[in-house]
């Protein structure tokens, strides 16, 4: 029996010894000097315990009796037993047909059911013998292997196909051992691990192909990744198992915990990475009322405390007069005596009602009562405490007292008053009155206690006349007024004068003057003309005098001026007054003229004849950094927010520096405003820091409808974050691709005219992007597309040639101009090139520029002067734009104006983009040349699938009737996914060479592919 122990990681060496058993196929396999053995674990333990980000649905090595996996031919893998350190069974699998030709030995697994996960992970453990090694020539020998799996709703029995399976890889080892290694009893283990998905139906087989090797496979185990369930701000995140892409992040809502609420507006929200990690915590719960957080549990609040709302954080002492008695209260009662208004919160101390005023004393004045009075001496522990007024009258021959009419009247009130005084008016002349005056507060009405009043009782006198009433204006002059009246419906005696008050509008009753009059009319003189004024009259007897009647508002006339002199009378007045206002407004003219100069341009662009004037009015960029201190530029140039206005609502994807969510700034006053919030991420560096706020020191420099809006910086607090406007649709690249073929030219021209606008602002204020691309333009709700991600843009100055250059920087080059490569000469110009790129990427719905060609490729494709073929289906007009920004001289390319005016053009007459052009010199058979296959020179889909190395799916092709190239160049995404083909890379890797198929059909046989 042969058993074999494993080192301590997973390329540790292996020990072989041969134990005395006698098997007849050992002699076999040593004229191959290869031993099948058996194998045993000593001091390396094959056993490794499960990691917690992973759920493992399949592994070999812990199955102890036989794994009974389909071998195809039977005679092909063979299933070996072994046992570990602790004697534990073990099952392997191996094959060694080194010495046949054409092996072609199949091995499957039991159906494996994956749950809800989507993204598997294939681990593999395994020996392979070094060819070299073995005696004689062994021509067919290899030291690879295969792997593959088919996705399955359900077992599928015992039956295999080898066309239903899908391959995953070829599996090669990192270590093979030799015949040297088995005389010193060691021997290289092997361990690859493999990625499978996204996977949709219930469960799956892996299949393994030997084509002549002699494979000692060890162990096979399969799992997936999931978050773990946790509990994080109380809320309760359970399992979920990872997305299917490596990038992808999970968005789970919280559960939140026994007697605990969600937060309003902002539930509890965490993010599962494709690594089983739990990331980006949004939102939280709280406790509810009447509990508190300890840990991660909300705890009652004890006796004798409360908690009112869940946005409180701690239990509270119950407040002054009141208790509690049991654990988990919102609110404390009253002690007996104490009460708490309606209105008072639950902190509020219980309070009494107030005692009775004090000091009450009064004045009469015939038939008018002033009374007054002291604050209680207790307030009951309020500061609301207001007075009221009840009034009786009381016969003489009876003493019996009754609530007194309506005819009486309070000034400032009856109830409710909160000075301590109170005139009463109208009362009837030579009567008795008592009068009791309450203190109240609001917990008065609560009170079942007596109520306590200070009382007074009273004898009018004479009652003075009632207020004067119908004041007529009788004659209005510039600078006097005449006005009559009527009698006081009650004279109450004999009235011996009328007093006049008036007063200016605009000086309220600050200032008055006093007109007074025998009669029931008078006349107010020393008035100022073209002013209004208020009137308000009054009687007098020997009671006194009675209330002002109501106010009465009158303008008196407008001064009378002098008449102008007609031009009949005097011309030369007219004339000369006429030249002089001329004179003046030709100086401003001359004078704003000169300005605008100076601090505006104008420029022209000229184009097949059309010519269009641009008016331009920019302030000149300023870079952050020479300034001196980054962060002076930054308070100059980007308003610092409050954190607390920003609500974060979710992750919409990563930056370089950190996370980008969406969410709202809520500023006070202001509508809310949806925004996109770039985040720095935990523990960066100051440098760092710098760096990213950088960004925002460029951004808030510029203001056009078609340059990304930057809504501000927190930069003092934590996170820092950058917030800029929110375009719902995202990067322009993504959402071409996603709605590809959904828009009309006019709709992409339109397109490309807000990104031409937006750069013709950038380079007007002297400013280089550096790294426009589609990916780098942001869309809108209404497909307006702004430039945004200013992270390698640079200053220029004033001289259009001047260049930004760095050694350090990556260069996108892809989208960069030749002299930016080879010399890192960035300039307008340069940003032009990548505008060319862009006008290319949005007619080809979002293509990859030179396709699967490698960087060094397009360099050297660039510098033999070819140029990117036209879309399918692209305007020759637009062509012919993209062409013109290529031009290899920098001066020979077209201005951003100009392409503004050119694409104007073609908005408002459509037919210019039909129009006939020349195409590139150079043809697309040329570039493929040069590192991809000429696709003239295939005459069968056979050839061209072997060319691309994608033979295995031939079968797909020809069900689905694509017997010719013809019909392969017509085929789209949809329709390889349809064949089955259902790896990512693989669909990319055809479509793009089907791309370049069709461009080189185009090219050589003038023929149009219609997709």
């Known amino acids: 029996m042969v058993s074999t122990v494993r080192g301590g990681d997973t390329e540790g060496s292996w020990r072989v010894y041969i134990e005395n058993h006698s098997y007849s196929m050992i002699s076999a396999f040593l004229s191959c000097q290869w031993i099948m053995f058996y194998f045993h674990l000593c001091s390396l333990n094959l056993a490794e315990g499960q990691s917690g980000k992973e759920v493992v649905v399949l592994d070999s090595k812990a199955q102890q009796t036989e794994l009974k996996w389909i071998s195809y031919p039977p005679n092909g893998w063979e299933e070996i037993s072994g046992v570990d350190e602790s004697y534990t069974p073990i099952r392997t699998y191996q094959v060694c047909k080194v010495m046949e030709p054409n092996q072609n030995n199949w091995l499957r697994t039991n159906w494996i059911e994956k749950g809800n996960a989507q993204r598997i992970f294939v681990q593999l453990k395994f020996t392979i013998r070094d060819c070299n090694s073995l005696p004689g020539m062994v021509s067919a020998c290899k030291e690879t292997f295969n792997l593959y799996y088919q996705e399955t709703a359900s077992e599928m029995g015992r039956s295999m196909r080898e066309n239903q399976y899908v391959k995953i890889d070829t599996i090669a080892a990192d270590e093979s051992f030799t015949q040297g290694d088995l005389g010193e009893r060691k021997m290289k283990l092997n361990t690859e691990v493999r990625i499978i998905g996204p996977l949709s139906r219930p469960g799956f087989y892996l299949a393994f192909q030997d084509v002549g090797a002699c494979i000692a496979l060890v162990s096979v185990k399969v799992y997936y990744k999931k978050c773990w369930s946790i509990i994080e701000n109380l809320a309760i995140f359970p399992d979920t198992v990872t997305g299917s892409e490596f990038s992808s992040l999970v968005e789970v809502k919280g559960i939140c915990i026994n007697n605990a609420e969600e937060e309003a507006d902002n539930p509890p929200i965490m993010h599962c990475s494709a690594e089983g990690e739990w990331v980006v915590p949004i939102g939280k719960c709280i406790c509810q009322a009447g509990f508190h957080q300890k840990g991660n549990s909300c705890e009652p609040c004890g006796r004798g405390y409360y908690k009112t709302s ?76 207001t007075y009221s007024v009840q009034c009786s009258h009381c016969s003489w021959e009876t003493e019996d007292c009754k609530p007194c009419g309506p005819n009486v009247g309070y000034l400032p009130a009856k109830s409710q008053i909160m000075d301590t005084y109170v005139n009463i008016i109208e009362l009837f002349p030579h009567a008795n009155y008592t009068f009791e005056v309450e203190a109240v507060n609001g917990v008065s009405d609560l009170s079942r206690t007596q109520r306590l009043f200070a009382t007074v009782t009273i004898t009018t006198g004479q009652a003075v006349p009632s207020q004067v009433s119908e004041v007529t204006k009788e004659k209005v002059q510039q600078r006097s007024i005449e006005l009559s009246w009527q009698e006081p419906r009650q004279t109450n005696g004999a009235i011996t004068e009328y007093e006049i008050i008036y007063y200016r509008k605009d000086q309220m009753e600050q200032t008055y003057s006093t007109v007074r009059a025998k009669s029931t009319s008078a006349t107010v003189n020393n008035l100022k003309p073209s002013t209004a004024y208020v009137f308000q009259i009054r009687a007098l007897t020997q009671a006194g005098y009675g209330m002002f009647g109501p106010r009465l508002e009158i303008m008196t006339k407008e001064e009378e001026t002098a008449a102008i002199v007609s031009s009949e009378q005097n011309p030369v007045i007219i004339i000369a007054l006429v030249a002089v206002a001329g004179t003046i407004i030709l100086a401003f003219m001359v004078f704003g003229f000169i300005i605008g100069r100076r601090h505006c341009g104008y420029s022209k662009a000229n184009q097949e004849g059309d010519e269009e004037l641009h008016f331009q009015c920019t302030k000149t960029y300023i870079d952050p950094k020479a300034k001196g201190e980054p962060n002076r530029a930054l308070h100059q140039f980007a308003k610092e927010l409050d954190a607390s206005c920003i609500k974060i609502e979710r992750v919409i994807g990563a930056g370089q520096f950190g996370e980008v969510c969406s969410g709202w700034l809520k500023v006070p006053g202001k509508q809310d405003t949806s925004v996109a919030i770039k985040t720095l991420k935990v523990g960066y560096t100051e440098k760092q820091k710098r760096d990213f706020l950088c960004e925002a020191s460029i951004m808030g420099q510029f203001d056009h409808p078609n340059v990304v809006h930057l809504e501000g910086v927190v930069a003092r607090g934590k996170p820092v974050m950058i917030v800029i406007e929110y375009m719902e649709n995202g990067s322009l690249d993504s959402f071409l691709r996603t709605h590809g073929g959904q828009f009309t030219a006019i709709q992409l021209v339109g397109m490309l005219r807000n990104i031409a606008a937006g750069m013709r602002y950038l380079a007007d204020t002297g400013y280089v992007h550096r790294d426009l691309g589609a990916r780098n333009i942001l869309v809108n ?35 960069t101009a030749p002299e930016a490569i080879q010399f890192r000469k960035f300039t307008s110009a340069s940003d032009v090139w990548s505008y060319g790129i862009v006008i290319w990427e949005v007619m080809s719905f979002g293509e990859r520029p030179y396709w699967d060609m490698s960087n060094q490729d397009v360099m050297k494709a660039l510098e033999e002067s070819y140029r990117l073929p036209a879309p399918m289906d692209c305007a020759p007009g637009l062509h012919q734009l993209m062409l013109d920004c290529w031009k290899k001289k920098r001066e020979e390319r077209p201005k951003f104006d100009q392409i503004v005016s050119i694409l104007d053009k073609m908005i408002r007459n459509p037919k210019t983009l039909k129009t006939p052009v020349e195409t590139s010199a150079r043809t697309v058979s040329q570039l493929l040349n040069q590192g991809t296959q000429n696709f003239s020179a295939f005459h069968s889909v056979q050839e061209w699938l072997e060319a691309i190395k994608m033979e295995r799916y031939r079968d797909n092709l020809i069900a689905a009737g694509c017997s010719s190239l013809e019909s392969v160049a017509r085929m789209s995404t949809e329709d390889i996914m349809t064949l089955g083909i259902t790896l990512v890379d693989h669909q990319k890797k055809m479509m793009n060479s089907i791309q370049i198929m069709r461009s080189q059909m185009l090219q050589h046989q003038n023929i149009g592919v219609q997709v």
Not at 315 to 320: E, F, I
């Open 781 to 815: 709700s209404n497909l307006v597309c702004k430039v945004s991600d200013f992270g390698l843009s640079r200053i220029i100055n004033n001289d259009l040639e001047a260049v930004y250059s760095k050694s350090d920087r990556k260069i996108p080059v892809r989208w």
């Open 310 to 385: 869940s946005q409180d954080l701690q239990c509270s002492l119950c407040p002054m007069h009141s208790f509690m008695d049991h654990e988990g209260s919102w609110r404390c009662d009253c002690n007996d005596g104490y009460y708490r208004a309606f209105s008072d919160p639950p902190s509020a101390a219980c309070t009494r009602p107030p005692s009775a005023p004090q000091n009450l004393v009064y004045t009469i004045n015939q038939t008018t009562l002033n009374l007054e009075w002291s604050p209680p001496a207790d307030t009951g522990g309020r500061n609301d405490v």
